[in-house]
Each structure stands twice: as structure tokens, then as C-alpha cells.
């Protein structure tokens, strides 16, 4: 029944920036209560599609796409895509929303950015739901003049290879082949999904609409100190929920595997909720019914608090 109704009231979202805009889809009433989702890398926002309708219908979920990713404009010609600059797109649409006070749920890349957001701007997010995502990624300090140097020569090398060079053309079954072959977590369902947001369709096929720059080294970091400092500095409830077969399991690296249990404990350390979850990465996409009782729950403890704190549920501005 509510699958149906949030059905019919899911709305594009268009919010103008300087290089272009940033595009989403919003679900659920006006007066709701605020929620921004973020999505993952090369994904977008049809990535909460399966998952939002299973959530409070009381609440305001904007989703969006992500510069370069779905139908959001690319940034500028000779810009690295870096989560300084997420946040500040996050910034921007909040303010265009009019929202002083929102939770956020952030998968991957997405927690991630939403991790440090609430870090930065701690008075504006009353909660957060990270899946399959740590909320911050450290990276040894040694290793960052490396990532400096090769990050640069990337984009120096994409913009010699892309010059004057058309995009690659796809048919639509090529074009979830390939999704499917750079994300064995999908289903062919969900790659179909992201798919309706990542191709554009042009003369003779399909081009993937995500920027090329995507795909080249993250030259900001953070180490694990800085990264324990930001999330001290959370005042909202947090939610991670992890899947068993998702992004820890991606560490290939034994440097990397030794910074994810200890910004696991940091939560626990600060009563926040860690639990685990069957399915892999891509989890509350394939298998949204695996985490909605979970992140409904949570949204709704939070939704009660601040009735017994205000008296009142407060009507955001939008």
C-alpha cells in the first residue's frame, strides 16, 4: 500500500550551481520530516529506488545525483572531483531546500561524504544512516604524496586521451554488461536501475552519463587521527550498518584493514549503532527489505525524540 502511494508522488529535483545543476528525485509529503540520500561512486540516486518506498511515509527523502554522476552536470573542464567539494555541493542544495536541519543517509562514498559533512556543519544533521560505509575513509600519511602526484598525472593523461575524442558508444544490453562486469554486487535488476540515470541515449546507442574524472585517484585524504577527530565532533545519532560481504571485504590492502574496526569502535565508543548485515555492497538496492526495518526504526526514534524534546514535530521549510 505505501509502495503504491510513494509511487505517485515522486518528483525531479533540479537545484542550479555555477557550473550547471544538480539533479534528484524527491519522495514523500512537503511538511515531511528532511532526509538527504547520497549515493555511492559511478552510481546515483536511483540507487535508494527499491529502498525509500519501504521507509516512513512521514518523511521527506531528497535523493540526488552527485556532480558527474546521473543527471547531475559534470564540474568544469581541469577539476578533480575531491569530498571537500561533495560537501559543498551538499551545502548547496541544503540551502536551496531551505533545510536548517536534516538527517542524511549516505551509502559508500555517500557516508562518507556524510560522515565529514556532520563533522563540519554538526547543528544541521540530527541523524545518520551509513550504509556499507564507514563515514570516513583514512589513508596512511605516508602514501599521500604518491596519491598527490598520480591523481594530477591522471588527469593531465585523461585530458590528452579524451581530446576531441567521442564518448563510447554502447548498446543498452553492452551497457548493463558493463555495469555488471565493474560491479559483480549487482543484480541485473539494480544495474538496470542505475542504469535509467547513468545512459544517455545518442546517435546510434548509449554513452554512460558519468564523468570520465570519476575513475582517477582521490588526491584529499584524511589519516586516522583527523579522521577519529571529525567524527568526535558528530552530535547526530548514527546508524552503520555493514554488509557482510560489502566494502570491508573490498580492503585488499593490510594497511587499509587495519583502519576500518577501529573507526567501527569509535561509534560504539560514542553509543552509536553498529550492526551487520546478510547480502553484499550493494545490499539495500538488491535486497532493500534487509535494511528498511532497520533504518525506519531508527528514523522514527529520532522523529519521536525531538516530538518529546519540541512538543511539536517542526514543519521544514522547502
Request: glycine share 8%; proline share 7%.
Amino acid at each position: 500500500m505505501f509502495e503504491k502511494e510513494m509511487k505517485h508522488i515522486v518528483s525531479e529535483l533540479s537545484v542550479p550551481v555555477p557550473w550547471g545543476e544538480i539533479r534528484g528525485k524527491v519522495w514523500g509529503p512537503d511538511h515531511g520530516q528532511p532526509v538527504l540520500c547520497l549515493h555511492g561512486w559511478a552510481d546515483n540516486c536511483g540507487t535508494f529506488n527499491t529502498l525509500i518506498p519501504l521507509l516512513p511515509k512521514d518523511f521527506r527523502y531528497v535523493a540526488v545525483d552527485l556532480p558527474g554522476h546521473g543527471c547531475s552536470s559534470h564540474r568544469p573542464p581541469g577539476v578533480l572531483y575531491t569530498f571537500p567539494s561533495y560537501m559543498m555541493d551538499v551545502r548547496r542544495v541544503v540551502d536551496a531546500l531551505q533545510w536548517s536541519k536534516f538527517s542524511i543517509i549516505g551509502h559508500s562514498m555517500g557516508g562518507n561524504i556524510a560522515g565529514m559533512f556532520s563533522a563540519v556543519y554538526p547543528e544541521m544533521v540530527d541523524a545518520v544512516v551509513l550504509v556499507d560505509s564507514f563515514g570516513f575513509l583514512p589513508t596512511d600519511p605516508k602514501k599521500m604524496p604518491t596519491i598527490l602526484r598520480q591523481g594530477m598525472d591522471e588527469l593531465i593523461e585523461l585530458e590528452k586521451q579524451t581530446k576531441n575524442k567521442p564518448a563510447k558508444l554502447y548498446t543498452y544490453e553492452k551497457a548493463v554488461e558493463r555495469l555488471m562486469a565493474g560491479n559483480d554486487g549487482l543484480t541485473e535488476k539494480s544495474a538496470k536501475i542505475l542504469l535509467d540515470r547513468g545512459l544517455v541515449q545518442v546517435d546510434g546507442g548509449f554513452i554512460f552519463s558519468r564523468d570520465m574524472r570519476l575513475h582517477l585517484k582521490n588526491i584529499v585524504r584524511i589519516n586516522l587521527e583527523d579522521s577519529l577527530d571529525f567524527q568526535s565532533r558528530i552530535k547526530a545519532s548514527v546508524l552503520v550498518i555493514m554488509a557482510e560481504g560489502g566494502l570491508e571485504k573490498l580492503f585488499s590492502e593490510e594497511d587499509q584493514k587495519k583502519f576500518p574496526p577501529v573507526i567501527l569502535q569509535g561509534y560504539r565508543d560514542r553509543n552509536h549503532t553498529v550492526v551487520t548485515v546478510p547480502g553484499n555492497h550493494h545490499v539495500h538496492l538488491n535486497h532493500p527489505e534487509v535494511v528498511a526495518q532497520l533504518v525506519s526504526d531508527f528514523l522514527k526514534s529520532k522523529l519521536l525524540s525531538q516530538s518529546a524534546r519540541s512538543g511539536d514535530v517542526p514543519t521544514p521549510k522547502l
